[in-house]
């Protein structure tokens, strides 16, 4: 079959005149909705499909999709059509890459698809019991299950010819608690890359989640409007994230373009600080791809080192742009998209400084558990909402009451530098994540530890 595949586009590439690239991929999956104990939804995913993707010398990329291996020849055509009729004012040139030739297979230890229906269900049913005991005043519950397998193949002009696979599993949960004057929402999820078993194994994480969900009811606001904050590994992963959309070329080329903050060995924090993507990490995580849709191979790529910026993430547009090298960033959700700049498995370094004693010389601070949502005003120079909080008071180096409906304000005008301390105790997120772009959602991966944080503003929430 994979043969049979690679034939029908190598054999369409073939007959392309200037730059050209053919993907098809094959996917399947299932999802499942379990509503406050009953079954909503049941749905199984089949999709395949392809596209092709031209340059001719002078013009502009031309881009067309296609459903069934027997309309590439039609596909083809209408690519080149479109690249013929758009003429850029510039050239569109791609920096070079090296041909290759690479299948790329997943080791899967318990198949998800090997797992009927009503496992799955019966799966669900033990969590939802389990919220329902161990959170007396929940009033809703929403447990997602969800499995992928996507196969993807890919040809291009430029010699490289390459297959890959991927697989995951997700349980994802939401519960909302009342105490008939206060409402809140609590969501959760949990990936495995390779086995169904290792999903049916997370007792312990919805025991605690669920007595969570009622102990915020009481929380009160923190008692403090500018301290030292400490983010969890969590918040602190999804922090880097999010500062790191800065670091995207595409980014860089139109909309931050004037930011001196942004240049290449520009100094935007300390010493200690150390920001990277890795989109070839194993064991997998959410952003691991092995290449990226232009057969660029993934590579971890230092974005800041030692508190210095020192390279960008890269699609082939934009490194020829930018006289950088393709970073192994060009990425689409699947067939119907072409590839734009994106993350792929983005961490913060762990530190240098002992975690457990982060904390101690902190009269009055606050610990920063979760979130709902990450605002940015005016890039770099500007500032960043971490909006929705929970956590706890830190009061003499120690952990106290717990804190909710709150956000934290940081200012970015002068870099990264708020960054007063980070931990030594760095964990990639089991949580299950996508990053929007473009109108594109693909899956990601973080990491962080703990990261402290001087002079915060908190206010109260903008999110209701």
């Known amino acids: 079959m994979r043969d049979d595949i690679f034939e029908k586009l190598v054999h369409a590439k073939n007959k392309i005149d200037g730059f050209g690239e053919i993907r098809f991929q094959n996917e399947e999956g299932i999802t499942i909705v379990l509503e406050n104990g009953e079954i909503t939804n049941v749905e199984p995913i089949f999709k395949s499909g392809g596209n092709v993707r031209i340059l001719l010398k002078g013009h502009n990329f031309g881009f067309s999709t296609f459903n069934k291996l027997d309309d590439i020849d039609r596909a083809l055509t209408k690519a080149v059509d479109m690249s013929r009729s758009l003429i850029p004012d510039d050239e ?10 690479d299948f790329v297979r997943i080791s899967i230890d318990d198949d998800f698809r090997e797992h009927s229906v009503d496992e799955i269900v019966n799966m669900l049913k033990e969590y939802d019991e389990l919220i329902v005991e161990h959170s007396r005043k929940t009033i809703g519950r929403v447990l997602v299950y969800r499995d992928y397998f996507m196969e993807k193949y890919l040809v291009t002009t430029d010699n490289i010819k390459i297959f890959t696979q991927k697989i995951l599993g997700v ?19 949990t990936v495995s890359f390779d086995s169904f078993a290792e999903l049916t194994k997370k007792q312990d994480l919805f025991k605690k989640i669920a007595s969570i969900a009622d102990k915020l009811l009481c929380a009160d606001y923190p008692s403090c409007e500018y301290c030292t904050i400490i983010l969890a590994p969590k918040v602190a992963a999804i922090f880097t994230h999010e500062i790191v959309h800065f670091f995207e070329a595409d980014n860089l080329l139109y909309k931050y373009k004037n930011d001196e903050l942004l240049k290449l060995g520009q100094k935007i924090g300390p010493d200690f600080l150390n920001i990277f993507d890795n989109g070839s990490m194993v064991p997998e995580n ?28 890269h699609s082939r547009k934009t490194a020829a742009l930018m006289n950088g090298i393709p970073t192994g960033n060009a990425r689409s959700p699947d067939f119907r998209y072409q590839p734009i700049v994106r993350m792929t498995n983005t ?33 770099l120079n500007g500032s960043i909402l971490i909006d929705d909080c929970y956590g706890y008071m830190i009061r003499n180096g120690k952990l106290a009451e717990m804190v909710d409906d709150f956000s934290v304000l940081i200012d970015l ?10 931990g030594d105790d760095f964990i990639w997120s089991n949580s299950y994540g996508f990053c929007g772009k473009g109108g594109q959602e693909v899956l990601v991966g973080v990491g962080a530890p703990h990261v402290k944080i001087k002079n915060a503003h908190i206010l109260k929430n903008i999110c209701y």
């Open 92 to 101: 569109v040139r791609l920096a070079e890459v090296e041909p290759v030739e």
């Open 171 to 189: 349980v994802d949960a939401k519960a909302i608690s009342t105490n008939g004057e206060k409402a809140k929402t609590i969501h959760f999820s």
């Open 286 to 313: 959410l952003g691991t791809i092995f290449y990226d849709d232009e057969g660029v191979p993934a590579k971890k790529n230092y974005l800041v080192k030692n508190g210095v910026i020192v390279n960008y993430l």
């Open 347 to 379: 961490a913060i370094e762990s530190g240098p400084f002992p975690v457990n004693q982060m904390f101690d010389e902190i009269k009055i601070g606050v610990y920063v558990v979760d979130f709902y949502k990450f605002f940015f005003s005016n890039g």
């Open 413 to 422: 005008s002068n870099g990264l530098f708020f960054i007063e301390q980070i």
